[in-house]
């Protein structure tokens, strides 16, 4: 695998599409699943299919890490030794640029990745009767918060190193200067796009075989009644159990 040096006033590739399609549209599922969380709202109907895009999307970034560009790729940014002097660098107010994710970046993706897994989890539960709403909601308010941290991390970062991170994860592109890319061959980046629609379709019809209408609007009123049901039929038992000791 080449590197190639990129000289000053010039852009490198960073992010290929597929990472920046997956980051934005994740971005904009946990939205619409906020959005929608109150029964009032004129989104309360896309509540559970914004989960389900979101488990989608969850399923495809951790094959994506395993298959996708070098910059995509877990191997590459996910290194706890270089925590404490990423630290350390940052406490002193010059942190090394990177090309792709910092060590605390890494972190940070596995968290974001962990903790909506977490929520998406809880959620498709609560379709069976089995789930925890106050669970559900508590996971999802601590998602919020890393959400937060990751962007202050993110406005951080651009200041001190100089790079516009939020416009990289759009345009795909870093300024170039100091920075040796990893040059692909282009089948094997064939390869992992195709293996990526499979992926995502793989997905899509493992989740519709579970819930048939899981990416339709209305599918969390049933939710709520797979829910109301579990509780009523546990108190049903709890109250016939009482009567049988009477």
């Known amino acids: 695998m080449t590197k190639i040096f990129h000289p000053a ?130 996971l999802a308010f601590s998602l919020l918060g890393l959400i937060v941290v990751h962007v202050i991390g993110v406005v951080v970062m651009s200041v001190l190193t100089r790079d516009n991170l939020a416009r990289a994860m759009v345009t795909g592109r870093k300024p170039g200067p100091g920075m040796r890319i990893p040059r692909e061959p282009r089948v094997r980046r064939v390869m992992a796009n195709l293996a990526a629609l499979v992926i995502v379709g793989l997905s899509v019809f493992g989740i ?3 819930d048939r209408d899981a990416f339709m609007p209305g599918s969390r009123e049933e939710a709520e009644h797979a829910e109301h049901h579990a509780s009523a039929s546990a108190l049903r038992i709890v109250g016939q159990d009482d009567h049988d000791e009477d």
């Open 9 to 138: 006033h010039s852009t490198v590739p960073v992010w290929d599409l597929p990472i920046r399609l997956f980051h934005w549209s994740l971005v904009a599922a946990i939205a619409i699943a906020f959005a929608s969380s109150e029964e009032a709202s004129p989104l309360a109907p896309w509540h559970m299919a914004a989960g389900y895009v979101a488990a989608v999307l969850i399923v495809f970034r951790l094959c994506w890490g395993l298959i996708g560009n070098a910059q995509a790729r877990f191997a590459n940014f996910v290194k706890p030794g270089a925590v404490l002097p990423h630290v350390r660098e940052l406490l002193a107010g010059r942190p090394q640029r990177t090309l792709g994710h910092n060590p605390l970046g890494g972190l940070a993706v596995l968290a974001l990745l962990a903790g909506t897994a977490m929520v998406v989890g809880t959620g498709i539960q609560m379709t069976t009767g089995a789930g925890n709403e106050d669970l559900h909601e508590i």
């Open 208 to 210: 519709t075989r579970y």
